[in-house]
């Protein structure tokens, strides 16, 4: 299967809108079979104010679609309707269409978030202002924004509890606006650049502990669950794109686990976009 299979089938899967779904959809309309989690507006999730945990309801396929954010371009009589919502769709943590988040449009160029001074141990800073994957219980008494310090407690950024896309776009890819963002052409564009980002940084480190990708790819290696685990080119750039490169080169190097939001393994991805030819993404 090429490229452009293993993109439709992420995005179907990132975004949470199927065409096959569709007589289900509108079946569905008005119905509360979706357990889905409670947001306070589009891209805004709301949490439990003692544990953190993010709140979950039983939602219509109508609710559905507006916690997305895409009620509006779906059309009950035109299937086609539901790719443009694919592209569109928000997640309840401010994620775009293939999950797009700032981080990994800061990390290649194409934003730049906004900034906020700090005053800490008489010195003033200068941090970003930018979505982190944090413990949930981080979030618990309705905060929405902590300053992250290393070791040395020098402040490094101030994390948010989702993605709030407040920075700027640089204009990278014909990207000047979130808006852009949605745009079918350009989102791909985005995501084909990321994965190729990604697997550059991903060889980089793999390098450093003379790894050869080559050699690993299509073997099976098994976890301390017993799970055995055939990995592929779009298998590992899937992982990338859920985890980071950072997380998908633990996975290879020490059989390190990581998770998503949502508690989605990054050994689910690897199974799930297996066997695709991306060879062209990353040439």
């Known amino acids: 299967m090429s490229s452009v299979n293993f993109l439709n089938s992420l995005l179907t899967y990132e975004s949470g809108i199927n065409e096959l779904y569709f007589d289900w959809y509108l079946a569905n309309w008005d119905n509360k079979t979706i357990d889905y989690f409670d947001v306070k507006s589009t891209g805004i999730v709301t949490r439990n104010t003692i544990t953190g945990k993010p709140e979950r309801k039983k939602i219509s396929v109508n609710e559905y679609f507006k916690t997305l954010g895409v009620l509006e371009y779906f059309d009950p009589l035109n299937i086609s309707s539901l790719n443009l919502m694919k592209y569109r769709s928000i997640n309840p943590w401010g994620f775009i269409g293939y999950q797009l988040g700032e981080q990994a449009l800061f990390d290649c160029g194409i934003y730049t978030p906004k900034k906020e001074e700090i005053f800490h141990n ?18 618990s008494d309705n905060i929405e924004k902590k300053i992250i310090f290393d070791k040395n407690n020098t402040p490094l950024v101030i994390a948010t509890n989702v993605n709030t896309w407040m920075g700027n776009f640089t204009g990278k890819f014909g990207i000047n606006s979130k808006e852009d963002l949605f745009n079918p052409n350009k989102q791909t564009l985005v995501i084909k650049n990321l994965m190729k980002y990604n697997y550059n940084k991903l060889i980089g480190i793999l390098e450093k502990h003379s790894f050869d990708l080559d050699i690993f790819l299509n073997q099976n290696i098994k976890y301390d669950n017993s799970i055995n685990m055939r990995y592929s080119l779009s298998g590992i750039l899937a992982c990338c794109h859920l985890c980071g490169y950072k997380a998908t080169a633990n996975l290879i190097l020490k059989k390190e686990v990581s998770y998503d939001e949502i508690n989605t393994s990054i050994l689910n991805y690897m199974e799930k976009f297996s066997d695709y030819d991306v060879k062209d993404i990353i040439d």
């Open 122 to 139: 008489n010195r003033t800073y200068q941090l970003n202002v930018i979505y982190v994957k944090l413990e949930d219980h981080t979030w």
